[in-house]
């Protein structure tokens, strides 16, 4: 299995492909904020904790530019409550 993370500037979004397939998490910034309205997984990724790696490489990467997350959608905002709920703004 290979995984590989990005940003997607030019879709402003945060991207983790996993052996072709994508789950991944729109994204906008807001000053120090990094706000989540959305995350989806590929079907086929879906049970698999996919989602969940997405979000362990966010929030490392706001930690490392100093930003706080507000998830809107429900999935990240359960996913940070659980994880990271320092990271919350």
Same mark, same amino acid.
Not at 19 to 24: A, E, I, K, P
Not at 73 to 89: F, G, Q, T
């Given at each position: 299995?290979?995984?590989?993370?990005?940003?997607?500037?030019?879709?402003?979004?945060?991207?983790?492909?996993?052996?072709?397939?994508?789950?991944?998490?729109d994204y906008r910034?807001?000053?120090?904020?990094?706000?989540?309205?959305?995350?989806?997984?590929?079907?086929?990724?879906?049970?698999?904790? *996919? #989602? *969940?790696?997405?979000?362990?490489?966010? #929030? #490392? *990467? +706001?930690?490392?530019?100093?930003?706080?997350?507000t998830p809107l959608?429900?999935?990240?905002? +359960?996913?940070?409550?659980?994880?990271?709920?320092?990271?919350? +703004?």
């Open positions: 299995m290979t995984e590989t993370f990005r940003q997607n500037t030019a879709l402003s979004r945060y991207e983790l492909e996993i052996d072709g397939l994508l789950t991944y998490a910034r807001s000053g120090e904020r990094l706000i989540i309205p959305h995350v989806e997984s590929d079907p086929a990724l879906r049970g698999h904790g *996919a #989602a *969940a790696r997405l979000m362990e490489h966010i #929030a #490392a *990467a +706001a930690r490392e530019e100093g930003l706080m997350i959608c429900s999935y990240a905002a +359960a996913w940070m409550r659980r994880n990271e709920p320092d990271l919350i +703004a």
